[in-house]
T-cell receptor
Framework: EAGVAQSPRYKIIEKRQSVAFWCNPI?????LYWYQQILGQGPKLLIQ????????DSQLPKDRFSAERLKGVDSTLKIQPAKLEDSAVYLC?????????????FGPGTRLLVL | AQSVTQLGSHVSVSEGALVLLRCNYS??????LFWYVQYPNQGLQLLLK??????LVKGINGFEAEFKKSETSFHLTKPSAHMSDAAEYFC????????????FGSGTQLTVLP
């Protein structure tokens, strides 16, 4: 079974530029999550999708971050414009359902450095 | 609201020694609890989870954890450390029936000394 795929793996941009990350979840997984992991901290949930609908985006900085999951499969997370404090690893995860006991399967992450 | 505290951001043990990584949680309802491991430049991998069945949970790679409600703890243990156990370990909590999913602790970096 293929795991969660993410690209790119690394990205370096200057502040005020825009950037986009892509995630392909495990086949058949209805629920998709985006997390931000700042160095030295645990992952923090940014947004959760159930199929192509948003379940929770309460911690997404909506003035600069946006995410979509067209057709309920792949997802894209965008930052525009980027700030220095956005430097982090962006992790995508998926689970078969949205239940709070469900195991989430994580991709390798995209490491973003904002200069 | 729920939260997780991992005591000790760095833990070092000798190869073959006991591994003990501490996790305390706060939750307004009986929680679900998870331990994830993260190797360098990789995503997180589930070690084990507690979902209100047996309080002693066995996971992969010889790890286990015990849910202690009276102590609000879910410490991770392994009887004998191996060099390959060196990684970062995250404890996480979720509340049954809640829309909010996992809340992670800040992680514990485990170093295994030869």
């Amino acid at each position: 079974e293929a795991g969660v795929a993410q690209s790119p793996r690394y990205k370096i941009i200057e502040k005020r530029q825009s950037v986009a990350f892509w995630c392909n979840p495990i086949s058949g997984h209805a629920t998709l999550y985006w997390y931000q992991q700042i160095l030295g901290q645990g992952p923090k949930l940014l947004i959760q999708f159930q199929n192509n609908g948003v379940v929770d985006d309460s911690q997404l900085p909506k003035d600069r971050f946006s995410a979509e999951r067209l057709k309920g499969v792949d997802s894209t997370l965008k930052i525009q414009p980027a700030k220095l404090e956005d430097s982090a690893v962006y992790l995508c995860a998926s689970s078969s359902t949205a239940g709070s006991q469900e195991t989430q399967y994580f991709g390798p992450g995209t490491r973003l450095l904002v200069l | 609201a729920q939260s997780v505290t991992q005591l000790g951001s760095h833990v070092s043990v000798s190869e073959g020694a006991l591994v003990l990584l501490r996790c305390n949680y706060s939750s307004s309802v009986p929680p679900y609890l998870f331990w994830y491991v993260q190797y360098p430049n990789q995503g997180l991998q589930l070690l084990l989870k507690y979902t209100s069945a047996a309080t002693l949970v066995k996971g992969i790679n010889g790890f286990e954890a015990e849910f202690k409600k009276s102590e609000t703890s879910f410490h991770l243990t392994k009887p004998s450390a191996h060099m390959s156990d060196a990684a970062e370990y995250f404890c996480a909590v979720s509340a049954p029936g809640s829309a909010r999913q996992l809340t992670f602790g800040s992680g514990t970096q485990l170093t295994v000394l030869p």
